[in-house]
């Protein structure tokens, strides 16, 4: 049966229209949940583009800021533990619910990302047991056992660099572009030493001392952040290759940095991903 699948974030959405797991059309849009406030009107708007169908929902439409507030289940989680709680919010619309974990020292939540770590596994894109590095506003690094999200940790490291880019004392020296680099591999190995704030505040005395040029403040700073990233996960990490699930630039970053840190990366179609754990869920869920 054709089924539409919406992976559905806090500034974006994709639409999926699958049929027999195979995607047969698609569009991504700026229709969030943060600027949605009439989600039934929005499943009206979407099934007159793409087919009345019914829909499986991800992401933050199933959080406080979307249609609903879907528990959380907690991890160990895999595939049938998600698709026991998907709930219907409407006729022909259910929204999957997203995945928790706690230890005795820190708790930690995820919506959307699920879908595509379990859909990862799923589809024999990454091994049943592997570490699986999501970049992004708020990076995730999730440890797969079994084929299940046994442990995960989000850093906010797209966000921390948004925010030095438009806001305070370097914002004017971040305005050039981020690639893979001296400059950006420079700022990851110095990311690594985890003395974070001084080495921030070291943009700023380099230009003045005319020690770097700030068209690649950006970059440096970009290496800085996902260095400091990527340094405190492989130090906790057993495995000796992350697959990176991501798009090839802002993958191709955290690959470069990975590997300047000593170990091996695999980036992984993130949008293949989606569509394979969605598909799964509505199998399971039906």
Not at 77 to 103: C, F, K, M, N, T
Not at 181 to 187: Q, V
Not at 206 to 220: I, N, P, S, W
Request: hydrophobic share 50%; charged share 20%.
């Amino acid at each position: 049966m054709r089924f539409l699948a919406v992976d559905w974030g806090t500034t974006n959405r994709r639409v999926f229209a699958i049929d027999d797991g195979r995607v047969v059309t698609t569009e991504r849009d700026d229709r969030g949940a943060s600027v949605v406030e009439d989600f039934p009107a929005e499943i009206a708007a979407i099934r007159a583009r793409h087919g009345d169908h019914p829909l499986l929902l991800a992401g933050m439409v199933g959080s406080n800021i979307g249609w609903r507030a879907m528990p959380y289940v907690p991890a160990p989680a895999g595939l049938a533990e998600v698709a026991a709680a998907v709930a219907q919010v409407a006729p022909g619309v259910r929204i999957v619910p997203g995945v928790s974990y706690r230890d005795a020292r820190r708790g930690d939540v995820m919506r959307g990302e699920e879908v595509q770590l379990l859909g990862a596994v799923a589809a024999g894109q990454v091994p049943a047991d592997a570490l699986l590095c999501q970049p992004g506003t708020h990076c995730k690094w999730a440890t797969m056992a079994q084929g299940r999200i046994a442990a995960f940790v989000t850093a906010m490291t797209g966000e921390l660099f948004s925010l030095l880019r438009t806001h305070g004392l370097l914002a004017r020296q971040l305005t050039g572009p981020v690639s893979d680099g001296a400059a950006f591999r420079d700022g990851v190995a110095e990311g690594a030493r985890a003395d974070l704030a001084a080495s921030l505040f070291g943009i700023r005395a380099a230009a003045l001392l005319g020690m770097r040029d700030d068209a690649a403040a950006a970059a440096y700073a970009s290496g800085l952040l996902i260095g400091a990233d990527v340094a405190q996960r492989l130090a906790q990490a057993r495995h000796d290759l992350v697959h990176v699930l991501a798009d090839p630039a802002l993958g191709g970053l955290y690959a470069a940095a990975i590997e300047t840190l000593g170990r091996r990366a695999a980036i992984v179609d993130s949008n293949a991903a989606f569509v394979a754990g969605i598909t799964r869920i509505q199998e399971l869920a039906a």
